[in-house]
C-alpha cells in the first residue's frame, strides 16, 4: 500500500482501478497525495492494462490487488486493512464496458459487482460509495437532461446501470453517491473518441471524405477524463461531508458530469477535418433512413472497409502488436440518440468546476 503520513487523509479503495477512469483517478490521488491508503482492485494484470508510463507510481503493484470484486469470497480481501482500519472512500469504476454482450453478461458484471461492494460497504460503514454510472439512462433528448428527468436506457449497459443505482440506494446504511458521466475523453481514450479518430485516419490515407449518419445536431456531451478523475473526488468528499444516510428507497444523491462544451456531431467533424485535413459531413435523409432498418448491415459495411487499411498502416508504421485502438465500429456507437446532459446540480452542491 502506498502510506502517508497524515493520518487525516483517506483511506481509499477503487474498483476497476485500470479501467479508463479509473486509473485517471488513481494517478489524481497519488499526484496530490490525497490518500492515506490507496489500493486498486482490477481483474486484470497491471502489466496487460496498457498503462502509459505516468501511471507507473498511481498504479504500482504495491497498491495493487487482482480480484473479481463481484465474488463474494473476494471480498475480505479487498476490503480488509492492517489493524481493523476500514476504507473511507469506495469508488466502483468497474463493470463490463464492452458493447454487443447478453444481457446476462451485464448483470452479472456489472449490476452485481455493485451490489456486492454496495452491501460490504454499507456493513463496513464506508464514508463514501461512489457509483459510477452513465448518462445513457436518460430517455434521449437534444434538451440538456436533469437529474430529474424520465429514464429510458437505450444501451443494455445503461439498462443495468440504472438497475444497480436504483438498488444500491435501497441498501441500508450506505452511504451513496451516484455520479452519470458523459462521454469521457483524453489521452489514451479508446471506444467512443479513439474509434472516430482511427476511422478519421483510414479516411484520410484513402483520400476519403468521412461521412457522419444522422446529421450535425446530434448531441454527443463530453467530459474530459481528468475532470471526471476530479469529479468522483469532489463527490466522494462532498458525501462523506453529508453526514445523514437517506431512508432505504428514497432516491440517493445523483449528479450529472458533463463539460460546457455541449458537443454535437458537428463539433466533432469540424475537429476532425481540422486535424487530419479531410473532407466531413453528413449522410442524406436516404441514407439515415436505410441505417435505421438496416444499422448491424452498415456497420458491418463500415468495418469490412476500415479494418484492411487500418492493418495496412499500422504495418507501415511498423506496429506489429495489437493496440487498444482500431476503427472497429460497433452498432452501439452509431445509434440515433442524444446524451445530453445538465451539470448545473452537481456544480452548484460542491462547488466543482
Known sequence: MSESTSEDKPAVLIIGGLGYVGRFLAL?????????????????????????????????RANFVQADASQERSLPRIFD????????????CGGET???????????????LSMALGKEAAKRKTKSFVEVSTGMV??????????????????????WKLQAEEDLARIPGLNLVVLRLAHVYGPYAGRWLGTQLA???????MEREMKWLWGENLRTNTVHVSDAARALWTAASWRAR??????????????????????????MAGLIRDI?????????????????????????????????????????????????????MEKELLKDTDLSLDGRRFEEATGFR
Open 276 to 328: 487530419f485535413g479531410i473532407a466531413t459531413g453528413f449522410q442524406g435523409t436516404l441514407i439515415n433512413t436505410f441505417a435505421r432498418l438496416n444499422l448491424e448491415h452498415v456497420v458491418d459495411d463500415v468495418n469490412d472497409e476500415t479494418l484492411d487499411p487500418w492493418a495496412e498502416l499500422q504495418q507501415k508504421a511498423g506496429i506489429g502488436d495489437t493496440t487498444p485502438l482500431s476503427p472497429f
Open 199 to 205: 476511422l478519421a485516419r483510414v479516411y484520410q490515407s
Open 138 to 159: 436518460y430517455a434521449p433528448n437534444s434538451v440538456p437532461r436533469k437529474e430529474t428527468d424520465k429514464t429510458k436506457p437505450w444501451l443494455k449497459q445503461a439498462k
Open 28 to 60: 489524481h490521488i497519488h499526484s496530490h497525495s490525497l490518500a492515506s491508503t490507496l489500493r486498486l482492485v482490477d481483474k486484470q494484470l497491471p502489466e496487460l492494462a496498457w498503462l502509459a508510463p505516468e501511471f507507473k507510481d498511481a498504479c504500482s
Open 81 to 92: 486493512l492492517p489493524d481493523g482500519r476500514q476504507f473511507d472512500y469506495v469508488f466502483n
Open 98 to 112: 464492452r458493447y454487443s454482450q447478453d444481457d446476462e453478461v451485464y448483470k452479472l458484471r456489472s449490476y452485481n
Open 242 to 267: 453529508t453526514t445523514t444516510t437517506p431512508k432505504p428507497g428514497t432516491p440517493p444523491p445523483l449528479f450529472n458530469v458533463v463539460d460546457h462544451g455541449n458537443t454535437s456531431q458537428g463539433t
